[in-house]
């Protein structure tokens, strides 16, 4: 975070985001138990470790022939920290997923807003559906972050104005960009995840090309990289199966 002062008030400018798993119950034995109880009904811990290779082989047959049921057997709750452009690509994941987002009717919005680091790539080149983005200029990043900083300050202004006035929170939160730091709970189960890692994330294993947004990326690698330790059949299979959820 680097604030930034001014006569007025302070505002933060962020070029990260947050992503923190406060609660889960997710192991691969999950998917194992979910699995085998339509074969051999229900079965104990310590039998579902005796054959680890065989637990190994059981998991990537299930994520290859695309059996997704038994993924679903667990859960993960994020608490994630990003500017409300991301959460807007969230909401289009709706199968698996529950979301709990703070209400800028309820409390006074904090002013912390996105800009773009310097390793984000800036320039669009070419037409939707085939396009690449490219390095922007020392020139380019300097004119985004100013330009940014500008328009954030002068909303989170009138912002604080209407409320000095006694305008409503719900009203006056109207003058804020999508730019704006939100935070938000999100529970999902393995299936559910490997669907929105395979089209937010991209990955030289995958079979299927994706083309996220970086900031929805950003927020995705970190979700990756707390699932993989929960679940590492999983999500060795899950790549090793060209990361299609199954």
């Known amino acids: 975070m680097t604030p930034t002062p001014d006569d007025d008030f302070k505002i933060e400018l962020r070029d990260d985001v947050t992503v923190e798993l406060v609660k889960h119950s997710a192991a691969d034995s999950d998917v194992l138990f ?24 059981l998991i990537n047959y299930l994520m290859r022939d695309r059996h997704g049921s ?3 057997h667990n859960s993960m709750t994020f608490f994630i920290s990003a500017p409300i452009l991301v959460f807007r690509e969230f909401m289009r994941h709706r199968v698996g997923w529950s979301y709990n987002e703070e209400s800028g009717r309820y409390r006074e919005l904090q002013p912390v807003f996105y800009v773009p680091g310097a390793d984000r790539k800036l320039v669009q080149q070419g037409r939707p559906g085939k396009y690449v983005f490219v390095e922007g200029t020392p020139e380019q990043h300097e004119s985004v972050a100013r330009a940014m900083e500008e328009s954030y300050r002068q909303a989170y202004r009138s912002y604080q104005e209407m ?3 006694g305008v409503a929170r719900e009203v006056a939160r109207s003058v804020l960009p999508v730019g704006l730091f939100s935070s938000m709970y999100a ?3 393995a299936r559910s995840l490997m669907h929105f890692l395979g089209l937010r994330t991209q990955h030289e294993q995958a079979k299927v090309p994706s083309f996220p947004q970086r900031e929805i990326e950003m927020v995705g690698e970190k979700m990756e990289a707390e699932w993989a330790k929960l679940m590492p059949l999983t999500y060795a299979a899950f790549n090793a199966n060209g990361r299609v959820a199954p």
């Open 34 to 57: 979910a699995a085998r109880v339509s074969t051999v009904g229900e079965q104990s811990l310590d039998e579902l470790n005796k054959d680890p290779e065989r637990s190994k082989g």
């Open 70 to 72: 038994p993924f679903e």
């Open 163 to 165: 409320l000095a006035q």
């Open 187 to 189: 529970t999902c189960n």
